[in-house]
């Protein structure tokens, strides 16, 4: 591609941040700048006050203290100067010698320094945070522009007339640091530049902070901020007020050290009565469980019933078991989504109605959960084969929930809905459901971890297998809900055998060589774990988007996709020779595209040369 003129006033990424135009493999969602949550103190993300407590360079400052001081003395007020690392401090000779004189700590008294763009030099703010408790002065800290800042930091009290005369002493540049008679600071003022925290890349410097560092004092756990917090925002789960037991005391302070029933006054928080921070996380237990806003202390911790761990050669069982159950529900999720009358991707022009939007949000629902179960199916096989055992990519005759649930490709009518619903419902007994057994492998592996390789790793997997199965209930009683105002006949497709002709035979079998294929990937895959390099599972992920795209245009015809278990998955079917049934579908599959392109009108051809090319490389691939 030739090299363009880079047009006038393109925007470039200054960070890597927002370079980064895909989603890393490996990063979580939340790594995603479009996915950060904007409240920073204290902190859902990180502590805003742990990136701002180096804003002087040389200087390590605290702003979590609370306690203001009193106007004029500075004795209690400011933020405390914890460390001095360098800079300007270091050249007025100031060391952290002088922040350990007992009863004498050093405090930052006042700053100064632009706070808005259309401000000159002269009409820099000087904030006196005499009698600012340590969040204050974080504020003050926070509005500082970058470029020339100077900071008043004293052990005693200072006069006004030091204070408002900061500004000219930041302009002039004039350091200085006085010291007492026993050679002990009194004042200091101290200029410079508004630290940088960021490198030349964009990214937080990691030479001025420690991994974590950020992350400390957050809402996690969720404690910390609970006893911050004086908003009154918290659900019944995490009240900062709550009612007696009889209801004769309305207004109570949850977080009272005297648990005796004593009426607070409304909005009124005493903060010497309640827990401290440390209290909150090592007392919790004393808290009592809150219903309709008032305390219960007869309510205790439910004492689950005993369930028995399973032996080593029933996980393994159970695994093996579960593995075809997550490819039948795989497969019964992708028909429900081929079902539904949605397009691929939602057109520009015309803008879509509102039927339309919302069957179409029903259908990528269904398709995420297909994919995660397709996952699911990829985890269950990893953890088989740390213990040792070969692949299972079978698909189950039936699925157990409340009873045996033949497997069958359905259409997404209202009760196969709810049936999706029940089967990812949290199950109420432990060992029972899909659910309800992989909470109980989990537990096994937990408690008898000496029978397990890797116990730790195999724990993990199944967490999270368990964890995306709250997700799935989520996104199916999503589905119900955007399926609600319309009748079946509104966002069915009428699915059937079609009209038999070459070009529908030939994506037919197309379809099924792709499904055969991706089974085959996915069995060598599995067999061969880091022995193919990601090659073979890249290539799985291709086989499937193509899958998809061909059912989509059988669905869009009115054709069922089949999904045709190849023989060599069924069950008592002999062992497989790695690559042996993905070679055989690849030749299959080039036949048939070969057949579609002779027969399709234009764009089915354009879509068939490129997986015939993809489909090639691939056979090459096994062949090698």
Not at 25 to 30: F, I
Not at 115 to 139: F, H, I, L
Not at 291 to 303: H, K, P, S, Y
């Amino acid at each position: 591609m030739p090299d363009l003129p880079t047009p006038d006033g393109k925007i470039f990424p200054r960070n890597l941040t927002a370079r980064a135009d895909h989603v890393v493999r490996g990063n979580p969602s939340g790594t995603r700048t479009e996915s950060g949550v904007d409240n920073c103190f204290p902190g859902l993300e990180f502590d805003q006050r742990n990136l701002d407590k180096r804003f002087f360079p040389g200087l390590v400052v605290d702003f979590h203290r609370e306690q203001p001081g009193t106007q004029g003395v500075g004795l209690n007020g400011g933020s405390r100067v914890l460390a001095v690392t360098g800079g300007v401090a270091a050249a007025q000779g100031l060391t952290n010698a002088d922040l350990a004189v007992p009863d004498r700590p050093l405090r930052v008294l006042a700053v100064c320094g632009r706070t808005a763009v259309d401000q000159t030099e002269a009409q820099a703010p000087v904030r006196d945070c005499r009698s600012t408790s340590g969040t204050g002065v974080w504020r003050a800290v926070h509005d500082l522009l970058p470029g020339r800042i100077a900071v008043l930091l004293g052990a005693g009290p200072v006069g006004a007339t030091t204070v408002g005369n900061l500004n000219q002493q930041r302009i002039a540049g004039q350091s200085f640091v006085q010291r007492g008679a026993g050679g002990q600071v009194q004042t200091a003022v101290l200029v410079a530049d508004r630290a940088r925290y960021l490198t030349d890349d964009g990214v937080i410097d990691p030479e001025a902070y420690e991994p974590g560092e950020l992350t400390r004092s957050m809402c996690a756990p969720w404690q910390y901020d609970f006893r911050d917090c004086a908003c009154y925002y918290w659900a019944s789960s995490k009240p900062d007020v709550s009612g007696s037991p009889d209801g004769s005391v309305p207004q109570m302070n949850f977080l009272r050290r005297n648990r005796a029933h004593t009426p607070d006054r409304p909005g009124i928080r005493d903060r010497a009565a309640e827990f401290t921070h440390a209290e909150v996380v090592s007392e919790w237990n004393v808290l009592p469980v809150v219903l309709n806003d008032r305390e219960d202390d007869a309510i205790g911790l439910v004492t689950p019933a005993p369930v028995p761990e399973l032996t080593k050669a029933k996980v393994i069982a159970e695994l093996k078991r579960l593995a075809t159950v997550e490819h039948a529900l795989c497969v019964e999720y992708l028909y429900a989504h081929y079902s539904l009358a949605a397009p691929w991707d939602l057109p520009a022009s015309p803008p879509p109605g509102a039927r339309t939007r919302a069957v179409h949000r029903a259908a990528r629902e269904v398709f995420e959960v297909a994919v995660d179960e397709m996952r699911h199916l990829r985890w269950v096989n990893e953890a088989l084969g740390t213990l040792g055992q070969s692949p299972v990519v079978g698909r189950a005759a039936e699925i157990d929930r409340d009873g045996p649930h033949p497997f069958a490709l359905r259409p997404l009518t209202a009760e196969q809905l709810q049936w999706f619903i029940d089967v990812e419902a949290p199950s109420q007994n432990v060992g029972t459901g899909v659910d309800g057994m992989y909470v109980r492998l989990h537990q096994t592996l937990v408690k008898r971890p000496e029978l397990f390789p890797e116990a730790d790793r195999l724990a993990h997997l199944i967490k999270l297998i368990i964890d995306e199965g709250g997700d799935h209930f989520r996104r199916f009683t999503a589905v119900r809900t955007h399926l609600a105002p319309f009748t079946p006949a509104q966002y069915l497709r009428p699915l059937g055998a079609g009209d038999g002709s070459p070009l529908q035979t030939q994506l037919l079998t197309l379809s099924d060589q792709y499904y055969a294929l991706l089974l085959g990937l996915l069995n060598s895959t599995f067999s061969l774990k880091d022995r193919a390099g990601g090659a073979l599972m890249a290539q799985s992920v291709t086989t499937m988007r193509y899958l998809h795209e061909i059912n989509h245009m059988l669905a869009a015809r009115g054709v069922a996709p089949r999904f045709t278990l190849p023989t060599a998955f069924a069950a008592g079917a002999p062992a497989l020779v790695d690559g042996q049934v993905a070679r055989a579908a690849a030749v299959a599959a080039i036949e048939a595209q070969r057949e579609i392109r002779a027969l399709g009108d234009q764009p089915t051809r354009a879509i068939i040369n490129r997986q015939l090319a993809d489909t090639e490389a691939l056979l090459a691939l096994l062949d090698a």
